[in-house]
């Protein structure tokens, strides 16, 4: 995993650069949000650790270049002088966390393991989609849907149609393609409700087309059952 570390205090970046290289990933340090940017271009990282407080641009203002441009990539936000309200922002302009400084080894090192966690989910995701969900049929459905993510909070949604890999749902979320929410619903066999973390593909004209991360074998197997009994012929 490629970690892009901006962070402008040298001790501090070199500290995150040695514990991202002891736990087998390659650290890029930069020392601004301009040249992170000039990174994303160039090269684009696997995940980010970034400080708010920069000089020039602001990690704010990075994560909002981001979320314009639509670079969908794992950022933890960090700083020791960051009020509520700004910490609050960041996640909603996409960090995945806010973790205050300073942190001890042991945060480091369960922020990388997170990281990582994000990223091979995302690949995951993305392997799924290429070999599974397009050969698969949907079928239409009518089913309530709670839709949760950090930044957005909890909104209510209707599932138009359902497969075993992914559902669509139209909904007032605003969480962007590439970004992940919990889905909550009941599926048409009935109980138990099933919870799941899923990433949004695309927006389409008749709803947000989601594909499942974590599904359990014994759900994944619900939904094929029903799925394949309701296909025509």
Do not use: C, W
């Amino acid at each position: 995993m490629r970690v892009l570390i901006v962070e402008d205090m040298p001790a501090e970046a070199e500290a995150f650069a040695d514990l991202v290289s002891h736990h087998g990933h390659q650290p890029i340090v930069v020392r601004s949000a301009e040249a992170a940017l000039d990174s994303l271009t160039v090269s684009p990282p696997d995940a980010i650790l970034l400080e708010m407080y920069l000089p020039g641009m602001s990690g704010l203002e990075f994560l909002r270049v981001m979320s314009e441009r639509r670079q969908r990539l794992p950022v933890v936000a960090m700083s020791g002088a960051v009020s509520e309200a700004e910490a609050r922002q960041s996640l909603k302009l996409g960090a995945v966390e806010f973790l205050p400084k300073p942190l001890s080894l042991d945060q480091l090192g369960i922020v990388l393991d997170f990281l990582e966690l994000q990223v091979l989910t995302r690949r995951f995701t993305e392997d799924v989609l290429r070999l599974n969900q397009r050969r698969y049929a949907r079928v239409q459905v009518s089913l309530d849907v709670k839709v949760e993510n950090a930044a957005a909070g909890s909104v209510a949604g209707r599932a138009v149609d359902l497969s075993p890999f992914g559902l669509k749902v139209r909904s007032a979320t605003d969480v962007e393609p590439g970004g992940t929410a919990r889905l909550s619903f009941t599926p048409p066999d009935g109980e138990p409700l099933i919870s799941v973390l899923s990433l949004l593909v695309r927006r389409d004209p008749d709803g947000q087309a989601f594909t499942f991360v974590n599904l359990t074998n014994p759900d994944f197997l619900r939904l094929k059952k029903f799925v394949d009994s309701h296909l025509p012929g």
